[in-house]
């Protein structure tokens, strides 16, 4: 197979893909300075899932410091690191990682560009706290100097028609035809059972999101890299846009999984949710499951004020 036979097991400058079997320092280690543009990874939350042992906190932040520190070494003067994080929860008290990641990176040297809100609509739900439908990017710059390409991630504007109304512009559009800047806050589905992009992974990003950082942050044929690889999606977002990957799996199974979907993505063969595509509104499709039996018995009516916001919003809300 052609795409399989360009992926490697070490990492070196002349090479496209790599797929490390092992530990990610180890990896990190064979990386000469300064040759990454972008680290992005989600890394292990902290909360006992299979690919992890759960540490006690202080252990675990020492361990992600030590990965940070290499990838700062690897990383390009222009380069960006992406650290997309959720919560640690202890004892029923949830733990915000980005803020108590922040630290790191500060001491580092980098500067916080963004705070990015990835805004997801299914999960756990909670019985003594609201559900959480959120996780964090802390987006970080090596120098003031860095790579960041707007134009190929903006996103349709809302009044695209609307027109400057005075001064030397009035008449002509106000907005930029390529569309708007997409904000610090992402509305992007996450990989569910019935995602496209889903496997046996229990915690998979959806490629979407990291396609809009590989796009916004790196040129054509830069080194994207992936400390925590998973299922490979870092790198499946990096060869469909023409830029070469890099990254480290522990486990077997999902180093042989990441390897298969790099193949599939550098073929052509593997689907992936399209970027920009409409979230999915059932209430939109006729699904008859958006219509609550409770209140066809006329027993309860729930609420609908704030799921249906639109219908009573005025222009002068927007």
Sequence with gaps: ????????DRFTLSGQVVVYPG?????????????????????????????????????????????IRECVRVLSPRGSICWQVGNYVESGAIIPLDTILYPVFSELGLKMRNRIIWHFEHGLHCTNRF???YETIIWFTKTDD???????????QKYPGKKHFKGPNAGQYSG????K????????????????????????FPVELIERLVLSMTDDGDWVLDPFL?????????????????????I????????????????????????????YDPSQTGNKLTLSPWQERGKIEQPVLLEKQEEYATDEDS
């Design 1 to 8: 197979m052609l795409g399989r036979d360009m992926i490697s």
């Design 23 to 67: 530990d990610c320092i180890d990896l990190l280690k064979t990386v000469p300075n300064e040759t990454i543009q972008l680290v992005v990874t989600s890394p292990p939350y902290n909360i006992g899932k299979e690919y992890e042992k759960r540490l006690k906190l202080e252990n675990y932040l020492a361990q992600q410091a030590s990965v």
């Design 131 to 133: 559900s959480g439908r």
């Design 146 to 156: 860095y790579t960041f390409n707007l134009d190929p991630v903006r996103v349709p």
């Design 176 to 179: 930029n035809p390529l569309g």
């Design 181 to 204: 800047n997409p904000s610090d806050m992402w509305i992007i589905p996450n990989v569910k059972s019935n995602h496209v992009e889903k496997t046996e992974h229990p915690c998979q």
């Design 230 to 250: 998973g299922t490979g999606t870092s790198i499946i977002a990096a060869v469909k846009h023409g830029r070469r990957g890099a990254g480290a799996e522990i």
């Design 252 to 279: 077997p199974k999902y180093v042989e999984l990441a390897t298969n979907r790099i193949s599939q993505a550098m073929t052509g063969k593997l689907r992936t949710r399209p970027m920009n595509k409409p979230v």
